[in-house]
């Protein structure tokens, strides 16, 4: 068996959604990264502290990954490690990196983090080590497929018949932990639902289906289906959302409706752009296109020695540096991590918080709504309780 499932449960959003995504995305390498290599060192320094019942402090970085080691690293890996301590009781038995057999018919297989089988509850823990992307566990495919596979693999080690199915995400990195729970015949209705999906993936052909899902497919800046769906988008049909009953004052001005709809499509547009954008330009890097070329970028001045200039200035009466500044929250609590502290232990009393400013988003959106009226009636009850 390859090292990698054709149909991997970490792309489960896509191909049980676009049929045609494996296939396509075979033809493209899968290429790392920093940030991906980081997260095979954190999920390897896990394993061996996991298996030892040690502290992520503890042992010797695994080989291969020592560029990765410093304290900060982890402390990180040990906040995961002791919320998969935190799940285990006496009557516990942990897998570690333990893969599931999750539709072997479809060669769906998958590898987990961390699975405890205790008396009638199944718990899976899927380390996420990167700080990009917050990951959410509503909707999420590689939990339902992960939940599965643990389910259908190690549910005959329980003392009990497995009842629940919990799976975690632990993305130490965002300071996010979410959960979500399955019963055993929920878990199992799904993943009926998901069968004819993964059989039509796993055979191929069919059609293309473009969508959020296309953020991480390897195919997606080639993909014709998704230059026509973000076309077709950006080819607005204004009569689409135009109301026959309210004519707009002003024939020749967009109304507020047509504005909103065009709101709502720009960030699909805005990624598929920056996808093209950054795709052309390294093919133009390659080898010259045909309808392109390169010209040279902006002139920059700098300062060849800043030392000798910044003694010529001071000399003139001039001073030649910037205003001496507290580091920002993520450069602070780097730094006092990798001392060994918590920034709330050394100045949390100094330490307080104001809400930003109000994001625009589409009324689908899971946060709750800012409401204006009561956020300014909390603000003056505050200011008053102040001068009392």
Known sequence: MSEHAKLSPSAGERWLVCSVAPERESKFPDTTNDAAEEGVAAHALAEVCLKAGISAHAPTMPKGHEKWDNYEFRCYVQDYLDLVRSKMTRTSTLFVEQKLNILPEFEIWGTADAVIVDAHTLKIIDLKFGKGVLVDADDNAQLGLYGWGGFDTLAWLASEDIQFIEVTICQPRRNNVVSKTFTAEELTAWIKEQIPKARKAFRGGGEAVPGAHCKWCR?????????????????????????????????????????????????????????????????????????????????????????????????????????????????????????????????????????????????EDKRPAYVKEEAAAEDFKDELQDKA
Not at 341 to 352: E, F, M, P, R, T
Request: proline share 6%; hydrophobic share 40%.
């Open 219 to 363: 195919a997606r800046n080639v993909c014709k289906e998704r230059a026509e769906y973000n076309l077709a988008t950006a080819a607005f049909d204004f009569d689409m959302v135009a109301d026959p009953e309210c004519q707009p004052a002003d024939p020749t001005q967009l109304t507020e409706e047509q504005l909103v709809a065009i709101f709502k499509r720009l960030p699909t547009l805005e990624k598929w752009m920056k996808d093209i954008e950054t795709h052309v330009a390294a093919l133009a890097h390659d080898h010259p296109l045909v309808g392109l070329k390169w010209v040279a970028g902006k002139n920059m001045r700098y300062i060849t020695d800043p030392s000798a200039a910044a003694g010529m200035l001071e000399l003139a009466g001039i001073n030649p540096y910037s205003e001496r500044k507290v580091l920002g929250f993520g450069e602070l609590e780097k730094a006092v991590k990798a001392a060994g502290y918590k920034l709330a232990d050394l100045i949390g009393q100094y330490i307080s918080s104001k809400q930003g400013n109000p994001v625009l988003v589409d009324s």
